[in-house]
């Protein structure tokens, strides 16, 4: 049974309890919200007996980050590519995503799943796309056997782009970039060259069928998500959400687990609308945002762009946030640029549990000030998203011939540094209640 299927017998399993403790909520809490489809563990049973540590990805839970990663056809390799997998998840990557094209993909992500206790997703088109000539060429079966063999090996969720349909396609010519979405531009093509539906639509049973047998979670890809702003929130993009709705629905009825892709490139007054659209038209299933980029203006700065979206579609209720590094637009992002874009993310992602009151969220930011008024550097390093970096800013900003004086930063120095003052004020000045 998966997840979705016990949680709807009234079970409590032992991943659900591993997410209440987590996530400081009581376990039955977290049953109903998988039941109700609002919140997911994405699982594979495979993955589980190799050790994954289960997370809880919805709107109740504390906001969930992924990294996408994996081999490029023109650079890298799977050496490289695992030392990144492991710098995201060290800086606080919740899931990571194999985007793997090029050669030995398979081998690649079996490295990944077995290195990380965090839940691996896939877009599976990559790996059919890579097995033959041209796309064109691909029978539903090479997909779904494809589908069969991820999950095999352990895959927890997949992004499959089931809901862009023939009659879609039209509405797509009018946009400035067309679409940007790789699955998307694939299975648009094979159906523009057959003059067919979207294979994955009509075949969408038999994908239930092997996604329910290892409970691998349901990532409906979002293939006409805006890629610029000026295409942002237009009919092409809310065709497909619609019929993505639909197909939650289906895929609930056969107890799969479900989460929803969404944009893209958004600006920020349209955020709001495009996160409470999709709760609307897809029943609250957790809803999982690439960004969204605020502008398209910033090549080399676009995890800045996407973290500011992401702050807000969280706050407005996105579950999960799939980071962007500063490379995005640009090429394959090297260690420096994944971590990088994993803080952005971390910082988005913080910043809207505090403000939407997840339990715990803000009690880490109170350590940290109070460490900061205390001058207790070492404790402001612990506590830091990234502690090393802080480290190394403090230490290369003191300047030469000040002493070891640890209570003031190069920024005031000690005799404009207002926390030594107060200091001061309350000793020349105690506060009524310690009188």
């Not at 069969?148 to 090996?153: L, P, S, T, V």
Request: overall charge negative; charged content about 25%; aromatic content about 6%.
């Amino acid at each position: 049974m998966t997840q979705i299927e016990q949680a709807r017998a009234n079970v409590i399993t032992a991943e659900m309890e591993a997410v209440a403790q987590a996530e400081r909520l009581a376990p039955e809490f977290i049953r109903q919200e998988v039941a109700r489809g609002r919140m997911v563990i994405p699982a594979n049973k495979v993955h589980l007996r190799k050790g994954l540590r289960p997370i809880g990805i919805g709107i109740a839970a504390r906001t969930k980050i992924n990294a996408n990663l994996g081999n490029s056809p023109v650079t890298s390799d799977s050496d490289c590519e695992l030392k990144k997998v492991r710098v995201a998840v060290r800086y606080g990557a919740d899931t990571v995503m194999d985007l793997s094209t090029g050669t030995d993909i398979e081998t690649i992500r079996q490295r990944i799943i077995d290195a990380v206790d965090v839940p691996v997703g896939t877009v599976p088109i990559y790996q059919v796309a890579e097995q033959l000539d041209d796309i064109v060429e691909m029978r539903p079966r090479d997909f779904l056997d494809v589908v069969e063999q991820q999950a095999r090996q352990g895959v927890d969720y997949m992004t499959i782009h089931c809901a862009l349909l023939r009659e879609h396609l039209p509405l797509a010519e009018k946009r400035v970039t067309g679409i940007v979405s790789r699955g998307g531009s694939l299975v648009a093509r094979w159906m523009a060259v057959h003059r067919e539906q979207n294979p994955f639509f009509t075949h969408f049973d038999e994908l239930c069928e092997i996604l329910h047998a290892y409970d691998v979670t349901w990532s409906l890809g979002d293939g006409l998500r805006p890629g610029c702003i000026a295409d942002a929130s237009d009919e092409a993009q809310f065709a497909e959400l619609k019929v993505m709705g639909e197909l939650t629905l289906r895929a609930w009825e056969r107890n799969c687990q479900v989460m929803i892709e969404g944009p893209g490139h958004v600006p920020m007054d349209q955020i709001e609308m495009n996160v409470r659209r999709q709760m609307e038209w897809c029943h609250e299933a957790p809803f999982y945002v690439l960004g969204p980029l605020v502008t398209d203006i910033a090549p080399g700065y676009d995890h800045i762009t996407g973290a500011i979206g992401s702050a807000l579609a969280a706050w407005y209720g996105a579950s999960m946030l799939c980071y962007v590094t500063p490379k995005e637009h640009l090429g394959l992002p090297n260690l420096e640029d994944v971590r990088a874009g994993v803080i952005a993310f971390k910082i988005a992602a913080h910043a809207a549990d505090v403000a939407r009151g997840r339990p715990g969220a803000r009690e880490r930011d109170d350590a940290l000030s109070r460490a900061r008024f205390a001058f207790d550097w070492d404790e402001q390093f612990r506590l830091s998203l990234d502690p090393e970096t802080a480290r190394r800013m403090r230490e290369q900003s003191l300047p030469p011939g000040q002493g070891d004086d640890p209570r003031f930063c190069s920024m005031c120095g000690p005799k404009f540094c207002s926390m030594r003052a107060n200091e001061a004020i309350r000793r020349a000045a105690p506060s009524e209640s310690a009188r």
